[in-house]
């Protein structure tokens, strides 16, 4: 168990909604990554977070937005979901902002657009 | 670029053989190599990892190399078992984020 909690685990949605992804940092850890994982890309970065602000953006479509609360929890929101949006989405947490950290993964988020 | 090379994409081996897998990076300012095993249904685990300053580091059955001249660097596992069938993931670092190697999916067979 990485200390990373990532809620739904499983998601099932309709082309055109909406859905909200949640993540948990481990306790201490600062800094929050949104990867999206698909058969054919693997591991794509999409944006980090840092103790509330953004940092870090990466290959994250603008349909695509991120937040981080207060209490470190982050929010990935998709929205107009297409079919090639299905993908299991991984947070992940790490105490600093430089990539030099470890960066430690969540179970992931698996999101299926029928 | 950005990218981050891996190979072999897929790796059988006899239980007890070993193994061995390997990436290239392109930008010369990484300094940071993490190794990942992703199992089945679950979120990739952080198995080992290697800074610039050092060309090898061994925990246990795990070893990973680095040659920063070539940009290269590997991950060995040796006295394979059952267990470590999993996806194997490199990663190298940039100053704005971690780019991750495609996958390798290592079967080991009793």
Redesign the interface.
């Known amino acids: 168990d990485?200390g990373?909690t990532q809620t739904p685990k499983h998601l099932i949605t309709a082309t055109g909604q909406r859905v909200t992804l949640r993540c948990s940092p481990r306790s201490g850890d600062l800094s929050v990554y949104w990867y999206q994982q698909s058969l054919d890309q693997?591991?794509q970065?999409l944006i980090?977070y840092y103790n509330g602000e953004e940092r870090?953006k990466?290959n994250i479509l603008e349909r695509f937005s991120a937040q981080q609360f207060p209490d470190l929890h982050s929010e990935l929101n998709l929205s107009s979901l297409e079919l090639g949006d299905s993908a299991l989405y991984?947070c992940?947490s790490s105490v600093g902002q430089s990539?030099?950290n470890?960066?430690?993964?969540?179970?992931?988020s698996w999101l299926t657009v029928v | 670029g950005e990218n981050v090379e891996q190979h072999p994409s897929t790796l059988s081996v006899q239980e007890g053989d070993s193994a061995v897998i390997k990436c290239t990076y392109s930008d010369s300012a990484s300094n940071y190599f993490p190794w990942y095993k992703q199992e089945l249904g679950k979120g990739p685990q952080l198995i080992i990892d290697i800074r610039s300053n050092v060309g090898e580091k061994k925990d246990q059955r795990i070893a990973v190399t680095l040659n920063k001249t070539a940009k290269h660097f590997s991950l060995h596992i040796t006295e394979t078992q059952p267990e470590d069938s999993a996806v194997y993931f490199c990663a190298a670092s940039r100053p704005d984020k971690l780019i991750f190697g495609t996958g390798t999916r290592l079967q080991v067979f009793p």
């Not at chain 1, 470890?102 to 992931?108: A, Q």
Request: net charge negative; no cysteine; aromatic share 22%.
């Open positions: 990485s990373v693997g591991l970065f980090q870090a990466g991984f992940a990539t030099g470890t960066i430690y993964f969540g179970e992931g």
